[in-house]
């Protein structure tokens, strides 16, 4: 433990400062300043950073992020947000701070405060997708996927509380999975760059890693999550089906040593907790039907929980089969959802002429780009189950988008190869 002086003078007190650390002292500003552990420790705290910076760098440092910091806010905003301040105010009340506290501890003040941008309670806007005049039904579509730049749509919800609790945990490594065109794979690399942590994806299809790089100029999704400092681990098809078997995540644990393993899809119970914030109470209120897209039915499984009981979720699955069904209720006991297959376009990720002009003609008329494998999809079923009396006059519908745009480049690609119509708002996303 470093020794200091602890001293008082009244010259703090009219100046309405509480105390001060000038190594190798900690000045407070009276006598009674001194009995006062919480601020005796917040200054020893700050005595440990400048001892650290070799002191004369601390004071520089402190003073430049100060000075940038008042560019755009107030005085007292610009001081509490030098790093060194962050780290004193958040552990000033633990008393043994000092003891357990590793060298450079302030840096990872810098994670704290983008986790904080990058989770902070987000709300969505509500667009009109549709009007149905002769019906009067009123069906809207909820841009999740407007949330983050980078990390978008659901996948800011269901990374939330995992990535929130591997930071708590001390984990500085994710594993996570994925197909060749996940928009988890994306995002999971997105969002770990921006809190600091590695990330390695372990993606399906063993040939994608023989070379490497002409894999990355065809797939823009892997090459985001590589540019975003994500490794990438190819397994074979066979090995993939085993990646929630133990024998499996304990042999990536040997390779690539301690880290915290989120799911497919990013879906468990820390993920279907984020998704439940999705809902407004608005939404909760204004709403008689709630319809999502799902993939491993993470989202869908949040929505449903977080529903009003006069609500009822459609979940359309982005494959074919009902198996969906068994995943969504081993997050949620409630029973107000219907789930349909992906029974229309062909499977996952395939689609028809059919689907390409209705999400092209949709974004002419309302300005809203909607993906090929999940919400594209969504939005057709529904117009097609509303042309079809599914409905009764006056319902109002709640759609969510969420995200998966960073994929239309690939898919307009290969669309392109066979000879097909794209997207045609590659560029507006």
Request: aromatic share 12%; proline share 2%.
């Given at each position: ?123 969505s806007i509500t667009q009109s997708f549709k009007t149905f005049p002769d019906k009067e039904i ?292």
């Amino acid at each position: 433990m470093s020794r200091f002086f602890l001293v008082s003078t009244s010259i703090l007190g009219k100046l309405g400062i509480a105390g001060i650390c000038l190594y190798p002292f900690v000045i407070v500003s009276n006598e009674s300043h001194k009995e006062d552990m919480r601020l005796v420790n917040h200054e020893r705290i700050h005595l440990r950073q400048q001892i650290e910076l070799l002191i004369l760098p601390f004071y520089i440092w402190y003073l430049i992020e100060y000075v940038i910091g008042r560019f755009t806010m107030s005085h007292d905003q610009a001081y509490r947000n030098i790093v060194f301040e962050r780290e004193a105010y958040a552990r000033e009340s633990d008393l043994d701070y000092l003891k357990k506290r590793s060298l450079w501890q302030f840096l990872n003040f810098y994670r704290d405060s983008s986790k904080h941008e990058l989770f902070k309670e987000a709300t969505s806007i509500t667009q009109s997708f549709k009007t149905f005049p002769d019906k009067e039904i009123i069906l809207d579509i909820k841009r999740e996927d407007q949330l983050h730049p980078t990390v978008s749509g659901n996948k800011v919800r269901k990374l939330k509380y995992n990535l929130d609790h591997a930071l708590n945990s001390g984990f500085e490594q994710i594993i996570t999975f994925g197909g060749a065109y996940s928009n988890h794979i994306a995002a999971t690399a997105a969002a770990c760059d921006i809190l600091g942590l590695r990330s390695v994806g372990v993606i399906r299809g063993e040939e994608l890693g023989a070379d490497l790089q002409k894999t990355l100029s065809n797939n823009i999704t892997l090459k985001t999550a590589v540019d975003n400092g994500m490794e990438l681990a190819f397994v074979t098809r066979e090995e993939y089906k085993m990646k929630d078997q133990p024998s499996f995540i304990s042999h990536l644990l040997e390779k690539y040593g301690s880290s915290f393993i989120i799911p497919e899809g990013g879906t468990n119970e820390l993920a279907v907790k984020g998704s439940a914030e999705i809902l407004s109470q608005q939404d909760q209120q204004n709403y008689e039907f709630i319809c999502v897209a799902a993939g491993t039915g993470g989202t869908a499984a949040g929505i449903i929980e977080s529903s009003h009981s006069n609500q009822h979720v459609f979940v359309f699955s982005a494959l074919k089969g009902d198996f969906l069904k068994n995943e969504i209720e081993k997050y949620t006991d409630r029973k107000n959802f219907t789930l349909f297959s992906e029974d229309t376009f062909g499977g996952y990720a395939k689609s028809t002429d059919e689907l390409i002009n209705y999400m092209n003609a949709r974004f002419r008329e309302s300005g809203i780009p909607l993906d090929p494998i999940y919400t594209g999809k969504m939005m057709y079923r529904i117009e097609q189950m509303i042309a079809s009396g599914y409905f009764t006059d006056k319902t109002r519908i709640l759609a969510i988008h969420t995200g998966g745009l960073q994929g239309i480049p690939g898919f307009n690609r290969r669309l392109k190869k066979k000879g097909r119509l794209p997207l045609q708002y590659e560029d507006h996303i």
